[in-house]
């Protein structure tokens, strides 16, 4: 029999169901009524609840139940029962009279399945045959109430760690009642082989628990408790593992269960939409080769699965930026388009409706957004980037796929004739618009602008936006990763974590297929402090190609670049062996240099500030250099927090 019941079998001849899709209570932050809101907004078809959760809850059993029914979402499993099998006998007594009252709780509660884990006690026994047995009999106990038992591995059981033993100990027992729980977690934390699935019977796979993590060494209980994470947003292969899931037949739940300190305190919808988003980009994962972010090997044997996963539109090509925004207030407006000026920039448009101006330099757009003022009517003589434009070989497929991804969007007053542009909202609210430069007639955007009034800009340095770089909030990292990777189709480029003189930043890079958009994400490593001044910088990145040309143009242009100290091209000599003759130019013009282990070489300057958060930089990429100068990123923080206190704020 199934093992949420018999009501979800599929019947002979039965076309594949519909996967249901689960997030444990202990993933969300709030009191339990919070949580199920959050859940069933974000459109989960059930939910764990976690035992904490209920105990601390007003709302007795079958208040939730109902509370649950009338958001439409089915309670699937009560968690978690522990230290259970392999004891002595006189604590197994006491152990069953426990599992009897969770029973009729669970009775009240509505919920179909109790979560066993394996015992971490230092009573339990290494007697294999003792804990079968013991399984046994609650199976036994939970079939006299209709229920189900799933047995889980844990990664620090005292004797049972891995979901092959689990499952020796289930198949021994041999209940109807009786199944397993396989938690990713728990398999891939240990670097078990995920493909020993395949021994096991799909009917016998009770329930399927997601979690992904960053890559780390330590403590497996420290890192579960704090450092889980939806899928996609950490290093497992979680795509691997679903698949060697699915190969076995499963169809019951995929459920979320995710212990993290920063989802337990931040915004339950929020966090429960987050979830709903790396459940769908899972599923595509393992169903389109166009949209897939991970590229594991299918299984070479075994049935598809039994269930339909998420149809997502692809993500279209994307080959570059069509614009970048810049939001500024009246009392940096002037400075804004001083510095573009002289980086070679012309205004070349007015929008028809809006306070925006276009400006363009060969490849590059600019939009300068006049923003308005703070809260209590006075500019603050700031910048930011406001929004990001890309280029998309279908920009209709772009807003459809963002729509599936539960991405908010943004309400625009058109005006008469103005094209209707896709914007979304990134966690950090940002917008993201979608975009074809060269379309024809309503669609294409920069027919939005009037030409403006000739403007002669201060030299010409042929640009490209070669990348953007965005601060996140503390709380939104890891959502703005996700988002922005599922929506963009973007492929991740690894984890940085670079000093800077007040902490640790945190920084991943992504880049489409093509390489035509480049988007970097920083944040510091740990929230508070002074840190976050200047971890909350963003910069715009213009490539070129002939950097001292560039760095020259600059300052013959008045452009007060970011001065590096003379420390820097000492150390700078003795790291790599470049000609002396390089080494004098790279100092004279402030430009800092990387070189990768291929040879690939990255040279690259940075304007002065504009405002408190924004600046540009200049790169020039060779020899297939594929990353951003990150060994560099201490000295231009350092370099800037010396500027802010000299006051060179100001960007003119």
């Known amino acids: 029999?199934?093992?949420?019941?018999?009501?979800?079998?599929?019947?002979?001849?039965?076309?594949?169901?519909?996967?249901?899709?689960?997030?444990?209570?202990?993933?969300?932050?709030?009191?339990?009524?919070?949580?199920?809101?959050?859940?069933?907004?974000?459109?989960?078809?059930?939910?764990?609840?976690?035992?904490?959760?209920?105990?601390?809850?007003?709302?007795?059993?079958?208040?939730?139940?109902?509370?649950?029914?009338?958001?439409?979402?089915?309670?699937?499993?009560?968690?978690?029962?522990?230290?259970?099998?392999?004891?002595?006998?006189?604590?197994?007594?006491?152990?069953?009279r426990r599992a009897e009252c969770k029973f009729e709780l669970m009775a009240a509660l509505g919920a179909p399945m109790l979560l066993v884990?394996?015992?971490?006690?230092?009573?339990?026994?290494?007697?294999?045959?003792?804990?079968?047995?013991?399984?046994?009999?609650?199976?036994?106990?939970?079939?006299?109430?209709?229920?189900?038992?799933?047995?889980?591995?844990?990664?620090?059981?005292?004797?049972?760690?891995?979901?092959?033993?689990a499952w020796k100990l289930v198949a021994a027992a041999d209940h109807p009642r009786l199944g397993?729980?396989?938690?990713?977690?728990?398999?891939?934390?240990l670097g078990h082989d995920p493909g020993a699935i395949h021994d096991i019977p799909g009917e016998k796979i009770f329930f399927l628990q997601l979690a992904d993590a960053p890559l780390l060494h330590m403590d497996t209980l420290a890192w579960s408790r704090h450092y889980r994470c939806f899928p996609g947003q950490g290093g497992f292969d979680l795509c691997?593992?679903?698949?060697?899931?699915?190969?076995?037949?499963?169809h019951g739940p995929w459920s979320l269960e995710v212990f993290n300190d920063v989802f337990r305190q931040a915004d339950a919808k929020r966090t429960a939409i987050d979830g709903m988003r790396s459940l769908l980009t899972l599923e595509e994962s393992l169903t389109s080769e166009a949209g897939r972010i991970t590229s594991p090997p299918a299984p070479a044997t075994g049935p598809p699965g039994p269930v339909t996963l998420a149809d997502l539109p692809a993500p279209p090509e994307l080959p570059g930026y069509a614009f970048v925004e810049i939001g500024v207030d009246a009392l940096i407006e002037p400075a804004a388009e001083h510095l573009?000026?002289?980086?070679?920039?012309?205004?070349?448009?007015?929008?028809?409706?809006?306070?925006?101006?276009?400006?363009?330099?060969?490849?590059?757009?600019?939009?300068?957004?006049?923003?308005?003022?703070?809260?209590?009517?006075?500019?603050?003589?700031?910048?930011?980037?406001?929004?990001?434009?890309?280029?998309?070989?279908?920009?209709?497929r772009s807003a459809r796929r963002a729509q599936a991804l539960l991405a908010p969007p943004?309400?625009?007053?058109?005006?008469?004739?103005?094209?209707?542009?896709?914007?979304?909202?990134?966690?950090?609210?940002?917008?993201?618009?979608?975009?074809?430069?060269?379309?024809?007639?309503?669609?294409?955007?920069?027919?939005?602008f009037r030409p403006a009034a000739p403007d002669r800009p201060g030299g010409h340095l042929p640009l490209t936006v070669d990348h953007v770089a965005l601060s996140q909030p503390f709380d939104y990292f890891d959502e703005a990763v996700l988002f922005y990777r599922s929506l963009l189709g973007m492929q991740p480029q690894g984890n940085q974590e670079v000093?800077?003189?007040?902490?640790?930043?945190?920084?991943?890079?992504?880049?489409?297929?093509?390489?035509?958009?480049?988007?970097?994400?920083?944040?510091p490593l740990l929230g508070g402090g002074r840190l976050p001044e200047t971890a909350a910088y963003q910069h715009v990145a213009f490539a070129c190609p002939d950097i001292f040309a560039a760095a020259r143009a600059v300052r013959s242009m008045g452009i007060p670049t970011l001065p590096v100290p003379g420390n820097y091209y000492d150390d700078l000599a003795a790291r790599f062996d470049l000609d002396a003759a390089l080494l004098t130019q790279l100092a004279e013009l402030g430009v800092l240099y990387d070189r990768d282990f291929r040879g690939g070489e990255f040279l690259h300057f940075y304007t002065s500030m504009l405002g408190r958060r924004l600046f540009f930089e200049v790169v020039q990429r060779s020899g297939g250099y594929d990353g951003y100068g990150a060994p560099n990123t201490p000295v231009r923080m350092a370099a800037q927090l010396h500027q802010a206190a000299m006051g060179g704020l100001d960007g003119g």
Not at 421 to 437: E, H, I, M, R, Y
């Open 1 to 96: 029999m199934s093992a949420l019941g018999e009501q979800d079998r599929q019947g002979a001849g039965a076309g594949p169901a519909p996967v249901q899709r689960s997030i444990a209570t202990i993933s969300l932050s709030g009191p339990l009524e919070e949580k199920l809101t959050a859940a069933a907004r974000a459109g989960f078809d059930g939910i764990e609840i976690f035992e904490g959760d209920l105990i601390t809850s007003r709302l007795s059993p079958a208040d939730v139940r109902l509370r649950a029914a009338d958001l439409g979402l089915r309670i699937l499993l009560y968690q978690p029962f522990r230290d259970y099998e392999a004891v002595p006998d006189d604590l197994l007594g006491r152990s069953l």
């Open 117 to 165: 884990c394996s015992n971490v006690s230092p009573a339990a026994l290494d007697d294999d045959a003792r804990a079968t047995d013991q399984l046994h009999r609650l199976a036994e106990r939970a079939d006299g109430h209709g229920l189900c038992i799933a047995y889980e591995a844990l990664a620090w059981g005292r004797h049972v760690n891995s979901f092959a033993r």
């Open 180 to 189: 397993i729980c396989l938690d990713s977690f728990h398999i891939l934390s």
């Open 240 to 250: 691997g593992l679903a698949a060697h899931v699915l190969a076995s037949g499963y």
């Open 340 to 396: 573009l000026r002289r980086l070679g920039f012309a205004r070349t448009g007015v929008h028809r409706t809006k306070p925006v101006q276009l400006w363009q330099q060969a490849g590059a757009r600019v939009l300068v957004n006049r923003t308005g003022t703070d809260g209590d009517g006075r500019p603050r003589g700031d910048a930011a980037v406001s929004a990001i434009a890309v280029e998309s070989q279908d920009p209709g």
């Open 410 to 448: 943004i309400p625009r007053y058109l005006g008469p004739h103005e094209a209707d542009l896709t914007a979304v909202a990134a966690p950090d609210g940002t917008s993201v618009f979608f975009c074809q430069t060269d379309a024809q007639g309503a669609a294409g955007w920069l027919g939005d």
């Open 499 to 523: 000093a800077s003189p007040y902490g640790l930043v945190r920084s991943r890079a992504f880049r489409s297929a093509g390489g035509g958009v480049r988007l970097v994400l920083n944040v």
